[in-house]
């Protein structure tokens, strides 16, 4: 079993939809979920994290984890096309000197 | 200044050629990091260096070879790949790699590989 799981998609959507990207994880030591978006031929960049269990809103952005069922969660509102990119779920593992776990990425496609 | 740069921007290579990847921060981050990235993959973590000294080497062919020449740049000198190394090399930068904070990456753009 993989240690980030995240659906590949592609998902693709309307201008305006909410949009829903998740990922699982195994080890329940993991404390700090983190978003990234990486746009075509660029670098990642930090879309948003989270410490522990909650939810964090960053305008129409909200991160919600469930530590739980292990089950983190990237919410989109409203979304725009500029929003089409790969989203990546990662997860940093201390005890593998700060490694960050990466999730497989979903690519999304918002159409206008 | 929030910047990670790296140069060169592209760089298409001989198999027996040797080049080096040069990457930048001034946010006096203490850890730096190579990544490997394929079309449609996540990154994949290569080299961890923390405090100038190399901290992870996740078994990297010795083609590749890291340098941290201070506590600002980062290299990755390149020598006989293969084409299979072709991909998108990303460098990143944290404040440092403690298991006290979170600690978020900065990645640059990365350098676009391609071997011939």
């Known amino acids: 079993q993989k240690e980030v799981e995240q659906d590949p998609g592609p998902l693709s959507v309307p201008e305006g939809a909410i949009v829903s990207l998740n990922c699982t994880y195994s080890n329940s030591a993991f404390q700090y979920f983190m978003w990234y978006r990486q746009y075509s031929r660029k670098g990642p960049e930090l879309l948003m994290y989270t410490y522990s269990s909650g939810n964090k809103e960053d305008g129409r952005f909200t991160a919600q984890v469930d530590k739980s069922s292990k089950y983190i969660s990237l919410f989109i509102r409203d979304s725009q096309p500029s929003d089409s990119a790969t989203y990546l779920c990662?997860?940093?593992?201390?005890?593998?000197?700060?490694?960050?776990?990466f999730g497989q990425g979903t690519e999304l496609s918002v159409k206008p | 200044d929030t910047e990670v740069t790296q140069t060169p921007k592209h760089l298409v290579m001989g198999m027996t050629n040797k080049k080096s990847l040069k990457c930048e921060q001034h946010m006096g981050h203490r850890a730096m990091y190579w990544y490997k990235q394929k079309a449609k993959k996540p990154p994949e973590l290569m080299f961890v260096?923390?405090?100038?000294?190399?901290?992870i080497n996740e078994s990297v062919p010795s083609r590749f070879s890291p340098e941290c020449p201070n506590s600002s740049l980062l290299n990755l000198h390149l020598h006989a790949l293969q084409p299979e190394d072709s991909a998108l090399y990303l460098c990143a930068s944290s404040q440092d790699r403690t298991s006290a904070n979170y600690n978020e990456q900065f990645f640059g753009p990365g350098t676009r590989l391609t071997v011939l």
């Open positions: 260096y923390s405090y100038e000294k190399l901290s």
């Open positions: 990662a997860i940093p593992s201390y005890n593998q000197g700060g490694k960050l776990i």
